[in-house]
């Protein structure tokens, strides 16, 4: 192996997967976080690297909180695995502490990438002395340094961008390698190497003009000609430009039949040494071998994968043409993995019929049965090859490294391709692995054989919507699916997309000439019977993940079963680890073991999800294997780790809250350290936090099991003034109203009807909640539960006031500020403070209003409670804008508008760009009361919110009123006079006057720049 040719010691790979050995044995670097550090270290070459760099290189902008803590112990284990023998409390010699920072002290040649550039420095001082055949035996061993995709296992922005770099500089080495054998007059050797390699690299025309060089000087003039006019294509067709001037020039050249185009009179070649043989009279005659050709029948309606398939060609041709025996040149070995039914037989079998002719001395292939219980032991498949090799069974060695070893020296004179099929893991795998670089290899595996030496990883996902449908077509019959195109992408969609299950039920529409493709979609729709409806004649998608799932432990496929339990989208590791009642760290080895086993996908860092198929197997085993109290157990686990969790973002977001204190929690959950932090993740975990509240909905059959969701949807309540799940937060909370209703359940109910109240109240519809308010003030004095008391006495003096029933509402404020002051909650006292400021404009008290808005801010400031301090800024800000204070009301909002925005608090983002626009009209800012409509108006569409909609016209043509634009300023009132009536908002009314006042023929001005899109 590459990363290991330097002998003893420590030694470390970067061009291909971080890896590292001592003393030969490799050693694990554990996740790929941990890994990613490691390879930063690496490529600092001894530099120190601060934590904050650290962070930002592997976690980018989706740093958690904790990252530096989790970074210290990643560097701790790191250090462990360096340096095991180093007593407890010593310094360590090798990742070392400088200030700060953290440097790894490497000796010297332990990297890879040292060596690498070592060998290049030695190509170009071989190269200046005129040793051509030196430089190009330099070049090539520098490059078989690579295994595979430089970095490969590790994550964040500093890796990808490091990968980046390592992979341009191995194709300019190519490129300078393709040069050298030029000069050596191989351009008869290095065709199919340039072919390959212009492929891969299209546009890079430094290695056209190599293989048109190379194909003139092997007479073939035309096909010179042709590489050009197809690198021109393809510039002007991805770039929009002509081929650089070199380029063009190489072009006239052979058209002009150049000779000094030809060929060097005599390749640098170098004397044979004195004790080599003089002629190759001398030699013994070599032994003749038969050709194996065991590669199974090509697939015959092979579709798609069409760029993967170039990868792995151009890497199994990359290295098979003859080489000097001095360079010791990588075997190239392709390693496919990913979920049962993907496709990486069909993959495999079809790239290994492509590549046929780059190994003229044939193809040998072994059904590893790696997953089931009688997996082919490599002693069986190596003697299996050895026959095939023309090796008489009575001379094959019995043991497995004798038999390896004969295999590799048969091998050794030979291009041959080996395809390795469904393997179990890299032991199964290394000994059938070519020893000699003019072999290839593939190997397929559900597993990710990480560990597999020299090995290109490939993670095969499902088909693109496209490439499945064009599956389908091509088994089910391209005329039938064209004319149901629609219902033939619900079906693929059904079937998440597996080539497998495409495949299955496509045979079963062309073996049913009745059956339309409308017709199956009914029949997959249901996922109780899904599974069952995807199998044919020995094909089942079931019985191809049950192979997967028995090879699991019992830890393994327990996790596998519960974690089907949730309905969310995907899972972060902390939840997983309640649904598992696991510890953080014991959670994510189990996660990370299932990603491996190709159950379970990462999509990102910390997060997990099942592919749609495997997730109804996975419950069918969760039926059959988890007894029912065990499922209510877990999902029961999995509700109070969100509720412990929403509880600490809810007191974070709303300071002085008497919400949390009142919550029944059971459990632990995320602590968060910000009021954004906590808005972020239940903004990030909104999906799965509302399908985990519906499935407890349904499922609950006393109170005490719908508690926990009930005070979810209270917790979450920071979430809806977001404005990003405003129809889950309906849907969700009339799921555990219907629930609470059909148990009995009060505390239940008054919990959903508060929630729904706020929805409908952001959604302006002001007499539905204040009806659901009303429920709830009566269930809270009826059972005395004061969770939501003060809350819904404030909102429903808002719902009343904004129907401008302000002296009503004024007393229901009246009614909330004696119960907070009852209660001990200055944080209500002064919400009441700061929204009572309105009704008392209402009523045209502004001395009034200023005072409750200015108390309002006091009390919130002197708490601390930035959340309270930002929303009494804006009703302060709303009372002096009114009053003319102008200059006061635009600092005041824009100190709010700042707020919000950092905590993504949309709704609120809007009403206030609103806010300030009306105040820029009133000091006849136009241009600026224009600008922040016009971001009103866009937050407002994205969130869906129709009255912040119109609200946010009405503003936006009252400015372009302003500025002379009548046209528009005309079009955005009546919109907004149309939203409002729509709602029975009563701004109607208002609108209706102004709209009633504008002559019907005005001058038409444009002076405005702004476009409002409907």
């Given at each position: 192996?590459?990363?290991?040719?330097?002998?003893?010691?420590?030694?470390?790979?970067?061009?291909?997967p971080?890896?590292?050995?001592?003393?030969?044995?490799?050693?694990?670097?554990?996740?790929p976080?941990?890994?990613?550090?490691?390879?930063?270290?690496?490529l600092?070459?001894?530099?120190?690297?601060?934590?904050?760099?650290?962070?930002?290189?592997?976690?980018?902008?989706?740093?958690?909180?904790?990252?530096?803590?989790?970074?210290?112990?990643?560097?701790?284990?790191?250090?462990?695995?360096?340096?095991?023998?180093?007593?407890?409390?010593?310094?360590?010699?090798l990742?070392?502490?400088?200030?700060?920072?953290?440097?790894?002290?490497?000796?010297?040649?332990?990297?890879?990438?040292?060596?690498?550039?070592?060998?290049?420095?030695?190509?170009?001082?071989?190269?200046?002395?005129?040793?051509?055949a030196?430089?190009?035996?330099?070049?090539?061993?520098?490059?078989?340094?690579?295994e595979g995709?430089?970095?490969?296992?590790?994550?964040?922005?500093?890796?990808?961008?490091?990968?980046?770099?390592?992979?341009?500089?191995?194709?300019?080495?190519?490129?300078?390698?393709m040069?050298?054998?030029?000069?050596?007059?191989?351009?008869?050797?290095?065709?199919?190497?340039?072919?390959?390699?212009?492929?891969?690299?299209?546009?890079?025309?430094?290695?056209?003009?190599?293989?048109?060089?190379?194909?003139?000087?092997?007479?073939?003039?035309?096909?010179?000609?042709?590489?050009?006019?197809?690198?021109?294509?393809?510039?002007?067709?991805?770039?929009g430009?002509?081929?650089?001037?070199?380029?063009?020039?190489?072009?006239?050249?052979?058209?002009?039949?150049?000779?000094?185009?030809?060929?060097?009179?005599?390749a640098?070649?170098?004397?044979?040494?004195?004790?080599?043989?003089?002629?190759?009279?001398?030699?013994?005659p070599?032994?003749?071998?038969?050709?194996?050709?065991?590669?199974p029948?090509?697939?015959?309606?092979?579709?798609?994968?069409?760029?993967?398939?170039?990868?792995?060609?151009?890497?199994?041709?990359?290295?098979?043409?003859?080489?000097?025996?001095?360079?010791?040149?990588?075997?190239?070995?392709?390693?496919?993995?990913?979920?049962?039914?993907?496709?990486?037989?069909?993959?495999?079998?079809?790239?290994?019929?492509?590549?046929?002719?780059?190994?003229?001395d044939?193809?040998?292939?072994?059904?590893?049965?790696?997953?089931?219980?009688?997996?082919?032991?490599?002693?069986?498949?190596?003697?299996?090859?050895?026959?095939?090799?023309?090796?008489?069974?009575?001379?094959?060695?019995?043991?497995?490294?004798?038999?390896?070893?004969?295999?590799?020296s048969?091998?050794?004179?030979?291009?041959?391709l080996?395809?390795?099929?469904?393997?179990?893991?890299?032991?199964?795998?290394?000994?059938?692995?070519?020893?000699?670089?003019?072999?290839?290899?593939?190997?397929?595996?559900?597993?990710?054989?990480?560990?597999?030496?020299?090995?290109?990883?490939?993670?095969l996902?499902?088909?693109?919507?496209g490439?499945?449908?064009?599956?389908?077509?091509?088994?089910?019959?391209?005329?039938?699916?064209?004319?149901?195109?629609?219902?033939?992408m619900?079906?693929?969609?059904?079937?998440?997309?597996?080539?497998?299950?495409?495949?299955?039920?496509?045979?079963?529409?062309?073996?049913?000439?009745?059956?339309t493709?409308?017709?199956?979609?009914?029949?997959l729709?249901?996922?109780?019977?899904?599974?069952?409806?995807?199998?044919?004649?020995?094909?089942?998608?079931?019985?191809?993940?049950?192979?997967?799932?028995?090879?699991?432990?019992?830890?393994?496929?327990?996790?596998?079963?519960?974690?089907?339990?949730?309905?969310?989208?995907?899972?972060?590791?902390?939840?997983?680890?309640?649904?598992?009642?696991?510890?953080?760290?014991?959670?994510e080895?189990?996660?990370?073991?299932?990603?491996?086993?190709?159950?379970?996908?990462?999509?990102?860092?910390?997060?997990?999800?099942?592919?749609?198929?495997?997730?109804?197997?996975?419950?069918?085993?969760?039926?059959?294997?988890?007894r029912?109290?065990?499922?209510?157990?877990?999902?029961?686990?999995?509700?109070?780790?969100?509720?412990?969790?929403?509880?600490?973002?809810?007191?974070?977001?709303?300071?002085?809250?008497?919400?949390?204190?009142?919550?029944?929690?059971?459990?632990?959950?995320?602590?968060?350290?910000?009021?954004?932090?906590?808005?972020?993740?239940?903004?990030?975990?909104?999906?799965?936090?509302?399908?985990?509240?519906?499935?407890?909905?349904v499922a609950?059959?006393?109170?005490?099991?719908?508690?926990?969701a009930?005070?979810?949807?209270?917790?979450?309540?920071?979430?809806?003034?977001?404005?990003?799940?405003?129809?889950?937060?309906?849907?969700?909370?009339?799921?555990?109203?219907?629930?609470?209703?059909?148990?009995?359940?009060?505390?239940?109910?008054?919990?959903?009807?508060?929630?729904?109240?706020?929805?409908?109240?952001?959604?302006?519809?002001?007499?539905?909640?204040e009806?659901?308010?009303?429920?709830?003030?009566?269930?809270?004095?009826?059972?005395?539960?004061?969770?939501?008391?003060?809350?819904?006495?404030?909102?429903?003096?808002?719902?009343?006031?904004r129907?401008?029933?302000?002296?009503?509402?004024?007393?229901?404020?009246?009614?909330?500020?004696?119960?907070?002051?009852?209660?001990?909650?200055?944080?209500?006292?002064?919400?009441?403070?700061?929204?009572?400021?309105?009704?008392?404009?209402?009523?045209?008290?502004?001395?009034?209003?200023?005072?409750?808005?200015?108390?309002?801010?006091?009390?919130?400031?002197?708490?601390?409670?930035g959340?309270?301090?930002?929303?009494?800024?804006?009703?302060?800000?709303?009372?002096?804008?009114?009053?003319?204070?102008?200059?006061?009301?635009?600092?005041?909002?824009?100190?709010?508008?700042?707020?919000?925005?950092?905590?993504?608090?949309?709704?609120?983002?809007?009403?206030?760009?609103?806010?300030?626009?009306?105040?820029?009209?009133?000091?006849?800012?136009?241009?600026?009361?224009?600008?922040?409509?016009?971001?009103?108006?866009?937050?407002?569409?994205?969130?869906?919110?129709?009255?912040?909609?119109?609200?946010?016209?009405?503003?936006?043509?009252?400015?372009?009123?302003?500025?002379?634009?009548?046209?528009?300023?005309?079009?955005?009132?009546?919109?907004?006079?149309?939203?409002?009536?729509?709602?029975?908002?009563?701004?109607?009314?208002?609108?209706?006057?102004?709209?009633?006042?504008?002559?019907?023929?005005?001058?038409?001005?444009?002076?405005?720049?702004?476009?409002?899109?409907?």
């Open positions: 192996m590459a990363g290991q040719s330097v002998e003893g010691g420590l030694r470390f790979a970067v061009l291909g971080v890896r590292a050995w001592r003393d030969g044995q490799e050693l694990d670097l554990g996740t976080l941990q890994r990613s550090i490691l390879g930063m270290l690496l600092r070459e001894g530099h120190a690297v601060t934590p904050n760099e650290m962070i930002d290189a592997v976690w980018g902008e989706d740093a958690p909180p904790r990252a530096l803590g989790a970074l210290r112990t990643y560097v701790s284990r790191l250090r462990t695995v360096l340096e095991p023998d180093r007593p407890a409390r010593s310094r360590p010699e990742l070392t502490s400088i200030g700060r920072g953290y440097a790894l002290r490497l000796p010297d040649d332990a990297l890879d990438l040292t060596r690498f550039e070592r060998g290049i420095h030695q190509a170009e001082a071989a190269r200046k002395a005129g040793r051509l030196d430089a190009a035996r330099a070049l090539r061993a520098a490059l078989a340094l690579f995709e430089p970095l490969a296992g590790t994550v964040g922005p500093y890796s990808e961008h490091q990968r980046d770099r390592l992979i341009e500089r191995r194709i300019s080495v190519i490129e300078t390698l040069d050298v054998d030029l000069e050596l007059g191989n351009h008869a050797r290095i065709v199919s190497e340039l072919i390959a390699l212009t492929a891969d690299h299209p546009l890079r025309e430094r290695l056209r003009a190599q293989l048109m060089l190379a194909y003139y000087r092997c007479g073939r003039q035309g096909d010179a000609l042709n590489v050009f006019t197809e690198t021109r294509e393809a510039l002007v067709d991805e770039l430009i002509e081929p650089g001037p070199e380029l063009t020039a190489l072009h006239q050249r052979i058209l002009a039949a150049d000779p000094t185009l030809a060929a060097p009179a005599q640098d070649t170098e004397a044979p040494q004195e004790d080599e043989p003089a002629a190759a009279e001398e030699q013994p070599a032994l003749e071998l038969p050709r194996p050709a065991q590669l029948a090509a697939v015959t309606d092979f579709t798609g994968r069409k760029e993967i398939a170039v990868r792995l060609r151009t890497l199994l041709s990359g290295h098979s043409s003859a080489q000097p025996r001095s360079a010791p040149e990588g075997v190239p070995v392709a390693a496919i993995s990913g979920i049962g039914g993907v496709g990486k037989t069909a993959l495999a079998v079809h790239v290994a019929h492509l590549v046929d002719d780059v190994f003229p044939g193809q040998l292939y072994a059904d590893l049965r790696g997953y089931t219980d009688e997996a082919t032991a490599p002693e069986s498949a190596l003697g299996g090859f050895l026959r095939a090799l023309g090796i008489p069974p009575d001379v094959i060695p019995d043991g497995l490294a004798e038999r390896s070893a004969l295999y590799r048969i091998l050794a004179e030979r291009r041959i080996v395809l390795l099929d469904n393997a179990r893991d890299a032991e199964q795998v290394s000994p059938l692995l070519p020893g000699s670089p003019g072999c290839a290899a593939i190997v397929t595996s559900r597993g990710k054989l990480a560990d597999l030496p020299s090995a290109r990883l490939i993670d996902d499902v088909m693109e919507p490439e499945a449908l064009q599956l389908f077509a091509a088994v089910a019959g391209a005329e039938r699916v064209s004319a149901e195109h629609g219902a033939a619900d079906v693929v969609a059904a079937c998440g997309f597996l080539p497998l299950a495409v495949r299955i039920v496509a045979a079963r529409l062309a073996a049913r000439p009745s059956w493709v409308a017709s199956l979609v009914p029949r729709a249901d996922e109780q019977r899904r599974l069952d409806e995807l199998r044919v004649g020995n094909l089942a998608v079931e019985a191809t993940f049950a192979l997967g799932y028995g090879q699991l432990t019992s830890l393994q496929a327990r996790a596998f079963r519960l974690l089907s339990l949730p309905n969310g989208p995907d899972i972060s590791s902390g939840a997983a680890a309640a649904v598992l009642s696991m510890s953080a760290f014991e959670a080895e189990v996660l990370e073991s299932l990603v491996d086993a190709s159950l379970l996908e990462a999509p990102a860092p910390g997060r997990y999800r099942f592919h749609d198929l495997l997730k109804l197997f996975a419950r069918r085993a969760l039926e059959k294997g988890e029912p109290q065990a499922r209510t157990m877990a999902l029961r686990r999995l509700l109070g780790f969100y509720l412990a969790s929403a509880q600490s973002a809810h007191t974070l977001a709303y300071e002085g809250s008497m919400i949390p204190a009142n919550l029944v929690v059971v459990g632990s959950g995320r602590v968060f350290t910000s009021a954004d932090e906590a808005v972020a993740w239940l903004i990030s975990e909104g999906d799965s936090l509302f399908a985990t509240i519906n499935q407890a909905a609950a059959r006393t109170a005490e099991q719908l508690l926990p009930a005070d979810l949807l209270v917790a979450m309540e920071p979430l809806l003034e977001s404005g990003t799940h405003t129809r889950e937060f309906d849907h969700g909370t009339r799921a555990v109203l219907a629930s609470a209703q059909e148990i009995g359940d009060q505390a239940g109910e008054l919990r959903a009807r508060y929630v729904l109240g706020r929805v409908l109240f952001a959604g302006n519809r002001l007499k539905e909640a009806a659901q308010f009303r429920i709830v003030h009566e269930l809270s004095r009826a059972r005395e539960e004061k969770i939501v008391t003060g809350e819904v006495l404030n909102a429903l003096a808002v719902v009343v006031g129907q401008r029933r302000h002296t009503e509402a004024l007393s229901l404020f009246d009614a909330a500020m004696r119960f907070y002051r009852e209660n001990g909650v200055p944080a209500g006292e002064a919400l009441v403070l700061s929204y009572s400021a309105r009704d008392h404009l209402g009523l045209s008290r502004p001395e009034d209003a200023i005072a409750a808005a200015e108390k309002g801010l006091a009390i919130f400031t002197e708490i601390g409670s959340a309270g301090t930002a929303r009494a800024r804006y009703h302060l800000g709303i009372v002096l804008s009114r009053v003319g204070r102008l200059t006061e009301a635009v600092h005041h909002h824009a100190e709010c508008l700042a707020f919000f925005r950092a905590g993504k608090q949309r709704v609120w983002e809007q009403r206030v760009c609103s806010r300030l626009a009306e105040t820029f009209i009133a000091a006849e800012r136009y241009p600026d009361a224009v600008r922040h409509a016009e971001e009103a108006l866009t937050v407002s569409r994205e969130i869906g919110h129709p009255y912040g909609e119109a609200l946010s016209l009405t503003v936006l043509g009252k400015a372009l009123r302003g500025l002379g634009s009548t046209t528009r300023s005309l079009d955005c009132l009546r919109r907004a006079f149309e939203i409002f009536s729509r709602l029975g908002a009563p701004e109607a009314g208002d609108l209706k006057v102004l709209l009633d006042s504008i002559p019907a023929a005005e001058p038409v001005g444009d002076a405005a720049g702004s476009v409002v899109e409907s």
